[in-house]
């Protein structure tokens, strides 16, 4: 068996000895000074610890993680308390926090090099498609923010779940009612995880949210398919554009060639029946 | 410190829920295939993706105008009549009534240009005329559900002549009351954007819905479901339920660009601005009677959504029905089976008293 090869790593050799070239040229030309964005951009672009695609399967794969801590740590907790002495307030507590930690890590968004890259000026042929995954690239950090932000507010909604929950348990206690099966206490955890969602989900910032994080995937769709619209005119094959007026037109035709049986097909219209006189109507 | 579950309680209650749990996987593997739509229906006329079905009599004619049941777009209409023992259509049509039934289908790519006035002015109206030939009858008894309820509001204010009486089902009309989660998240929704990447997908609303209320709608049915586990009809009951929740079929851009923009965003049905096909709505044109039947525990159609009817339309003879429980218990709940068809075929009843 041969070892593996990497096809790009004479490009990536190319590229680095480049950047060295111009970060050299660079500091000759103006000495002291720091690297404009874009520059900096340029001269991480292609190394190998400055992907310029975030890193989705290790971030997903560090939010697993860290549930998994948080929810070892937690059930850790469980057996150190005496049976009928557990402490809900601050088990409830624990189990906030750590879901407050773990709602802002797994939304966290990427800092990657490639944001940095937004502000370069698009040019030559490729102009047009240029400034596309320009404008994807920021709406995709603009719909990255936008997650982080609905994360927190997620982590709210379980912070104050788990202390609505706690302070039911403990009330439960003092009135000296217990839960008397898991299911129960599971349900009352339900209904306390609904009432504090529910008031995040009414305010007008949630749905501020919700409408932002929307509107910009929603635009990423589109100004995809402008791209992918771009290769398929350079094949000749047909977009969604040209199918959209097809059928467009075909509507309109379909509608005037009802409008034309109906016409030929009409029938007389019957005289209508003498209406007997209607009892007087009633408001209930 | 708080009253837990003893140990040894819990213990067992844990190893019964594993055993439950063991039985809920061949009981949910047997009952995937268990049918919805259990009454005899035939196809009566048909274009592009709709269809005008007829139900076959389950007893003795009852003597009053055929009842043609508008759906919503969302979802599929099967849920009137999903099983023998929950259906509204079947206890419609062993009170002796006739029953018609649009099935809007599934609209395709081809679709995304229909708009409202497609669906009401063409499509609806086909559809009664279709009935009102049949039975050479001037007007029938139209029955609204939901957004379908609202449709035949519209349709009712455009075609007075052609509707006897009508009955909405947790239909909205005033699509901004404060206790209307849906309408505060689709406020700030660009529907311009939105549409132009062609019709909306049916799970991006059923996602929506199912974030109404997630912790309920997402696990605690499911944990629920086990504790039915040993129970075979319950696991089917669920299982209807649960494939015509997530068999939601694709919006035409169109339309359901027009429905949010016009209805949710700009209320335009209740502000009296609503303009289809470029004819005024007037609600206050639906002169015929009116029973409105809204549900108390509604999360998807507040009862304060359905009940600003009253103050709108200008018939004197306005019925607002309220029924103890949510917008689907409506058609498949003990309540809702016990009491929505009796109030309909009463009303009918008496409002042909009155013919």
Not at chain 1, 212 to 222: D, R
Not at chain 2, 202 to 216: T, W, Y
Not at chain 2, 276 to 288: E, N, P, V, Y
Request: proline share 6%; net charge neutral.
């Amino acid at each position: 068996m041969s070892e593996s090869h990497d096809p790009t790593s004479a490009w990536r050799e190319a590229l680095a000895q480049g950047q060295q070239a111009f970060l050299k040229f660079y500091a000759e030309q103006a000495p002291g000074q720091p690297l404009p964005q874009f520059a900096e951009w340029w001269a991480k672009f292609g190394a190998p610890k400055a992907s310029p695609v975030p890193d989705a399967a290790g971030l997903y794969l560090a939010a697993c993680d860290h549930f998994f801590n948080l929810t070892r740590a937690f059930m850790e907790q469980l057996p150190q308390q005496p049976n009928a002495g557990m402490d809900a307030q601050s088990l409830a507590k624990k189990f906030a926090a750590g879901l407050e930690e773990w709602f802002q890590k797994s939304g966290a968004p990427g800092k990657t090099a490639w944001t940095q890259g937004l502000e370069l000026p698009s040019l030559g042929v490729t102009r047009q498609q240029q400034e596309l995954w320009q404008r994807v690239l920021e709406l995709t950090k603009r719909y990255q923010e936008l997650q982080a932000e609905l994360s927190a507010q997620w982590s709210s909604v379980g912070r104050e779940a788990a202390q609505k929950f706690g302070a039911e348990l403990a009330a439960a206690s003092k009135s000296g009612k217990g839960f008397a099966d898991l299911k129960a206490l599971y349900d009352r955890w339900i209904d306390n995880a609904e009432k504090a969602y529910s008031a995040h989900a009414h305010q007008e910032k949630y749905a501020g949210l919700l409408a932002g994080l929307t509107n910009t995937l929603n635009e990423i769709k589109a100004k995809q398919r402008e791209l992918i619209e771009c290769w398929a005119q350079q094949f000749d094959l047909p977009t969604r554009t040209e199918i959209n007026s097809v059928h467009s037109r075909l509507k309109g035709i379909q509608q005037q060639l009802h409008a034309l049986h109906e016409k030929a097909g009409a029938k007389p219209k019957p005289k209508p029946k003498p209406k007997r006189a209607r009892k007087p109507a009633r408001k209930r | 410190m708080t009253q837990l579950p003893e140990p040894d309680a819990l213990a067992r209650e844990l190893a019964e829920f594993g055993r439950r749990l063991g039985m809920a996987l061949p009981a949910l593997n047997g009952a995937a295939g268990a049918q919805v739509g259990c009454s005899a229906k035939h196809a009566v006329f048909s274009r592009d993706k709709f269809t005008l079905y007829r139900f076959e009599p389950l007893a003795r004619p009852a003597g009053l105008r055929p009842v043609l049941i508008c759906y919503a777009l969302v979802n599929r209409p099967y849920m009137m009549d999903l099983q023998e023992d929950r259906s509204l259509i079947r206890a419609l049509l062993k009170a002796g009534l006739d029953v018609y039934l649009i099935d809007w289908g599934y609209p395709d790519g081809a679709d995304r240009f229909l708009g409202l006035d497609d669906y009401i002015n063409d499509y609806l109206d086909r559809c009664v005329q279709r009935i009102l030939d049949a039975h050479d009858i001037d007007s029938v008894n139209l029955l609204g559900v939901c957004q379908g309820g609202t449709f035949s509001l519209c349709y009712t204010a455009l075609q007075p002549d052609k509707v006897k009486n009508l009955i909405t089902m947790v239909a909205p009309v005033d699509f901004k009351t404060p206790e209307n989660l849906l309408s505060k998240w689709v406020q700030g929704i660009d529907v311009d954007l939105m549409t132009r990447s062609g019709n909306v997908q049916g799970a991006l609303l059923n996602l929506a819905f199912l974030s109404l209320m997630p912790f309920r709608l997402t696990q605690q049915k499911y944990v629920g479901l086990v504790g039915s586990a040993g129970n075979t009809p319950e696991v089917e009951n669920f299982m209807r339920m649960e494939k015509w929740i997530f068999d939601s079929p694709d919006q035409a851009a169109a339309a359901f660009g027009e429905f949010i923009r016009w209805f949710y965003q700009e209320n335009r049905l209740i502000r009296g601005t609503l303009e289809i096909g470029g004819r005024k709505i007037d609600l206050a044109s639906i002169t015929q009677p009116v029973l409105n039947l809204y549900a108390l525990r509604d999360h998807l159609v507040p009862p304060s959504a359905s009940t600003a009817l009253g103050g709108c339309i200008g018939s004197a003879d306005y019925s607002p029905v309220g029924i103890d429980t949510g917008h689907i218990g409506m058609y498949v709940s003990g309540t809702g089976l016990r009491e929505v068809p009796s109030k309909i075929v009463d009303w009918l009843h008496s409002q042909a008293a009155h013919e």
